[in-house]
């Protein structure tokens, strides 16, 4: 079988490669599973070294590793030069602190010494998305390497030229043979790596449909996993809020990488008082962003990353509108070639509309009206996701009341729903569980091991 690279901005085929055979497939988790039985007794400070490394050189080759994002999965240019920084980032970071939230912890017990040691669990598989080709793997790899884990990466079928990327980065970086290894093969084989006896822990992030199977999958074969999955975040607008500063972000927050983020905002619930004046700022600064070829610096937005999303989401407004929804802004694929579809703001949404219940995996914002606070946070709720969310408030007491209420990984007040390698990052409901990033990240791919020294005291 083959895997085609395609421009989704000019539906051009880059690149053609074969599907791993079982024998590939075995040798590389045989290959990764002896490099990790080395890696593993590397000291932090050995790790480290190659881990920086990787930071470097991604920054060195930052404009080409861009540009392949941007040819393979169509993220305007200057986004994918900042996926690349960001990964960078998190490199260092986790060559920094990696030590320090993986220190033995000493406990008082009636031992003569007692602690609890976090050791790597070894092979992990890494199961990867398109929307952010590059972030994705960096925020699983930079800890899971750090722990002392080897890794191998199934990334999605249409980004094979930046999975292969990746691996150079670390191959570059002088990683030992084996211990971060992209497997290109399609997800019919996903479930028999799953059950490889050389794959320790699993980590997806993916939909609900691909994540179900890979935590029933991984649960009869007694492994861990980590989900990230889909989100349908609430973007909450009290009447005592900026409205300047609100619409701004509404729009940054909602059609960032073309709107293809779990973590993008996408349900705008907005306290009636003020929702005439949103919406109509919020339609107009849409209608305002730049849609064209994403090789081009003034893009705000770039194609879809395929055809067969750009008519689901197109299915979903149609579905949407017949229900009532009003269209302020967009709601059309555009014509020619490319998967390009207009930035569209729907008003008049009801919680029983395809463009609430569902994720809206592109440029479609729904807005939703309330009549208070107390509406907005039910609202928020009323929905099988929880990733992120925001709430945009003059009242900051207020808005931290209100977040630890609204259901879901996490809450950003008066700002943009972002990833960072200092906190937490994850979700609960149909959103997956586990979490990534700072020190709890790096903690879900280690034995959390007790070590009691006698005699007892």
Sequence with gaps: ???????????????????????????????????????????????????????????????????????????????????????????EFYAQHASRFLADEPVATNARESFVAFEPLGVVLAIMPWNFPFWQVFRFAAPALMAGNAA?????????QCALAIEEVFRA??????????LLVPAQAVEGIIKHRHVAAVTLTGSETVGSMVARTAGEALKKTVLELGGSDPFIVLADADLDKAVEFAVRSRFQNTGQS????????????????????????????????????????GPMARGDLRTGLDQQVRDSVQQGAQVLQGGI????????YAPTILANVQPTMAVFQEETFGPVA???????????????????????????TGDIERGKQLARRIESGGVFINGMTASDPRLPFGGVKHSGYGRELSSFGIREFVNIQTIWVGPAQ
């Design 152 to 160: 191998v990466l199934k990334h999605a079928s249409n980004v094979p």
């Design 262 to 301: 779990c973590i993008a905002a996408k349900r705008f619930i907005v306290v009636e008082k003020i929702a005439d004046t949103f919406e109509h700022r919020f339609a107009e600064a849409a209608g305002r962003l730049r849609v064209g070829d994403p090789m081009k610096r003034e893009t705000q937005v």
């Design 333 to 340: 694929a555009l014509d020619g070639s490319g998967y390009f």
């Design 173 to 182: 970086a002088g990683f030992p043979q084996g211990v971060f290894r992209t």
């Design 366 to 392: 729904a807005i939703v009206r309330v009549q208070d606070a107390e509406e907005a946070i039910a609202v928020a709720n009323h929905s099988i996701y929880g990733l992120g969310g925001n709430v945009w």
């Design 1 to 91: 079988m083959t895997i085609y690279s395609i421009n989704p901005a000019t539906e051009e085929v880059l690149a053609e490669f074969n599907e791993f055979t079982p024998e590939q497939i075995d040798m590389a988790l045989r290959e990764a599973r002896q490099a990790f039985e080395h890696w593993r007794t590397t000291s932090f400070e050995e790790r480290a070294e190659p881990v920086r490394r990787a930071a470097t050189y991604l920054r060195q080759h930052k404009p080409r590793l861009a540009r392949l994002i941007t040819e393979e999965m169509g993220k305007p240019i200057t986004e994918a030069e900042a996926e690349i920084e960001k990964c960078a980032w998190n490199c």
